[in-house]
């Protein structure tokens, strides 16, 4: 079996793990107040040149989604989401599990626009009764979207313009973010990131990382006692240098960069033999996720041999499957996979 | 500088960390639905003697309790705890978070006692206006206490007997349970807790793990959709093979008890040679944890090379402060100390 | 100004005004422990014909769904909800409050039908990835829904039939129910909505009482502790016998049910009236919520003597209002309307 | 059977049950936004001599407190108050509910000091670890307290600028504050009250009215936004407009004061009776709560004619029982109860 199911199936980079045996002897103090956290995050201060962001980092994408939407929303105000939002399908309602709703909005493979937003917020501002709704109080975009798309600088900077109009708060969800950096044709880089958004966070879980999620908050409104709010969420991890030692080797001399463009190579080698196969792509992505349609048939015989995840059923006869590549995807394993497309 | 202030500031025991070189090529489903976690899920059992037990690897203590509890109470009930529990002290309202109020009674020595679990159930009960409090509706305990002592057999039957005549599900917060095995006179092994609790976890954070708590639900009314309730609160690791893959290590050979009696073989060592050194121990402990009550003076001096953690200020002169060794104290840093001390 | 904005603009029907001055002198315990509590109690069992029910008094709708769905699910469930539901659109998030999704489905004239919830419940089921999705935990309708339309017996039966298959608790929405049970043309009585339910309500605020909800639980798994839950809320009215002695008067001789076939009286001569006057009618219903299409230039003009609710802008042209009447209307105030219309 | 068990037995004052009447013809818009209703903020705006106050009506004290509470701490924080606090006692919850937990200190009958409060937000502050423990977010206190206590106007002062200097906002609960207005002794005036506290509520259920609590915003900070926190707590009655004219009848022309008067007279004619019965009092109070310590067997003979609360039971010949007078009290009444003390 091999597995193009998620980009999380292996372990971490040999960097890290050959790391980890480094440190085996020092000791530090807990939940991340040591000097490899530090380091870490001061490298991640020059990576998306931003001197005065507070930086933490997380165990999960779930829990730092929960506890930045938790830290921004007042309890009558909800998050703007595409309706393919992780936080909006896949977090089995860890946003409303803090009281918040998500309010979605229909993405256009999986992308928000400034126009939508600035809609929801028109409409919710005149409607005469609009104390008995839920107020629309941040906006969280994925970059990649779930459905592999990235956003254009262009239509960043129109959000982040609309956002900031409105008061509402943007925060990105980075969880692919290395592959995001890395997508065919981008023009969006984590500097720009970090000056569009309010807050956003680097994903590691996927891109290197036996696990972590470097959480950037740019809004200084919302860096005190951030690191209350991670404690109260069970967030805070008790050996954290363990994340602090994982992206300093992700960003000291650029590893996390490299790894998003592997991941981006292998999927890009994957297209060109989906698309010699003959099999229509759902989305035009240039992201280390690609979502052939299928014939049913084909999905069953590769489903002996390939691990991937079946993600929409647009007809009696064919599937739309998603197959991810990743940091650690090796390009035999792609070959084979060609190969038994034909 | 050498740390004595917690259990938990190194990386993990040689074993696991070379496990984890190991396994870098292998890919796993993610979510702990792999056989490495599965394998680990068995030893547990087999350890606890528990065939029947669900076993789910979560990443840290203050999510353990909030998830386990989150699952037991209804919306009116709250958990009893020791006024020193770790859930009324220092998990900055995690248990609040999830609408739940933490009932505390007075502990001795960090313990509750079957009679005032008893008490404050029928002092509920025959409350005329019960209605307009917080009703129990479940028992927290922790063995080891946050104050290093634990509970006799004797104890633990007694109170598991009330509890369950009340109806009052009872978890017990097993963060440093390798210490607490191991502790100096116990007669409590696990086996007895799986039989007398319904639901407690065994720590591998403080216990030689990276990270990690192995949650334990012997009681089949908590069993249903635990894995949603993880997933909400955003703890359901997405490598949860890295779980799995530790306690594999740990409970494959009896690693884990071994690691619990090297701690506690040195807190005894430091024991003796706080009392060689005069100093009055605040707590009877037979665990890892050894909180000496020392002048002021002696306290600043010994700061200056080893860390510790202020507990409580008894007097203007003195200090109790709390000491803990770990799985990976080594002999002449205890020594170390026990010079300093002179 | 004549007010068919709403049905609840006017204070009490008369009965209950008097009664109020009647029982000044009385003394009552508090929190509907009361004779007079426990009296309506007992008219609404006989009037439900179900005499193992508990029923409650709340003051309001918002409450009563927000402390009934809180007292059903468990953390990681949902309740499936018709998207024009008013726990899905006009509750300012009170549902999320309680940490719960409203998981929507595409109403039909503010309908579900069992089919729709039985996929709903299959879907999640059979995805391999559930446990990141919120699980369906019950079902919530309205009855009038908020398009003024009824289910019939046959319809009602099919989704407690499935809701009873699928494990989902029926829950009830009568804020209007009043209005309901008079509705041309039901088949639907209280008996069967108190079969077919696992709880409901009976509106009081906005069928003559001053305020008031009367929740009925059926299905004896909810009804232990029911009290601490509306307590928690807030709920739990220090005053609970005037809420017993509104709906003594509505039930002690049927008035509840001939202010219903009031209002819909009314409002039947109304949609006559709408209809001559060549309005089309948005939603077909026979209840007090009339929902014309009408040109802009006659809804500016109405305005100005009428107060009524601007529902939907489905052209430049015309908007969608809704009309309430109510127990209060007067024959002479729909008369104004109509001839405001010509 | 003479009811003193509580102050909310009886319905409303004649002038409020008249005004119903009066008004029983006139059609108002729902959720507090008619002219009635906006009379009684004004008159409740000169009364607190604070003509930029926010003032909102909600129907019960713990809902009022559950509002405003959420409405003013971030999630990590908690809110301080006497052990003896209606919020940390009677609430079943309501405050954890909203995720926060309630700090409590050791009240001396029922009271805080400013010392307190800046010992605790100090002790905070210091603490190393402060971030494992939730953050002091603001001050609740009673007048009159729990136990029938009132703060002078210096203790009023100090406490408000503690709370000041240390930014936690000051938060007074006045289920009761028409009787704490008229208390023997008070030298603490309602502009006092708006003057030192950043929020408070003026409780009309125990006070003349039917039920409703006016609360009281002059923090302009916590002001935007709060009919949204009402709403989604389901607490935005529909008929508004019930509240504002009860608020009406007791602020129009000092029918408040002089409620709260009758009531504290009833309670003082009744504490001479109770001296002079030889009876030693608990908590020494000039206000409508009243709480002798008397013997048990006395206790069984009063309970067959009159309902009282059972409050201690110091040792095991006695009990401290609450008897509590109220706008209704009648002189008569008080007379049997001290006749049959003899």
Request: net charge negative; with cysteine.
């Amino acid at each position: 079996m091999i597995r193009f199911d998620c980009d999380y199936n292996q372990s971490a980079h040999p960097r890290i793990l050959a790391r980890l045996q480094e440190i085996a002897g020092e000791q530090h103090p807990g939940y991340g107040t040591d000097t490899r956290t530090e380091q870490a995050r001061a490298y991640i201060r020059t990576a998306i040149n931003a001197p005065e962001a507070d930086v933490h980092f997380l165990v999960g994408g779930t829990q730092a989604n929960a506890v930045l939407i938790g830290a921004v929303l007042r309890p009558h105000q909800g998050v703007i989401s595409a309706d393919t939002g992780h936080i909006a399908t896949h977090e089995t309602g860890a946003i409303e599990a803090t009281g918040h709703k998500v309010l979605i909005l229909p993405g256009t493979e999986g992308k928000l626009t400034a126009a939508q937003i600035q809609q929801a917020y028109d409409n919710h501002q005149n409607d005469p009764t609009h104390e008995h709704d839920v107020q629309p109080g941040m906006v969280y975009i994925s970059h990649p979207t779930e459905s592999g798309t990235v956003y254009t600088l262009a239509e960043l900077e129109a959000i982040s313009k609309v956002c900031r109009a409105c008061h509402l708060p943007l925060m990105l969800d980075g969880a692919r973010l290395g592959y995001g950096l890395a997508a065919h044709g981008t023009d969006v880089t984590l500097p720009d990131i970090a000056r569009l958004c309010d807050m956003f966070y680097i994903g590691g879980t996927k891109v290197g990382a036996l696990f972590g999620e470097a959480v950037v908050i740019q809004n200084p409104r919302y860096q005190p006692d951030f690191r209350y709010l991670i404690k109260r969420h069970g967030g805070l991890l008790a050996k954290g240098f363990l994340l602090g030692v994982q992206f300093e080797c992700l960003f000291e001399d650029g590893l996390y960069f490299q790894l998003g463009r592997h991941g981006v190579g292998e999927a890009m080698y994957l297209r060109q033999g989906l698309l010699v196969a003959g099999l229509p792509l759902q989305y035009d992505t240039g992201t280390n996720q690609q979502f052939p349609r299928v014939p049913d048939a084909l999905a069953e015989r590769l489903a002996k041999d390939f691990a991937f995840a079946r993600w929409e059923k647009p007809n009696e006869q064919e599937s739309v499957i998603r197959l991810c590549t990743s940091w650690a995807t090796q390009r035999e394993e792609v070959d084979a996979l060609i190969a038994a497309l034909g």
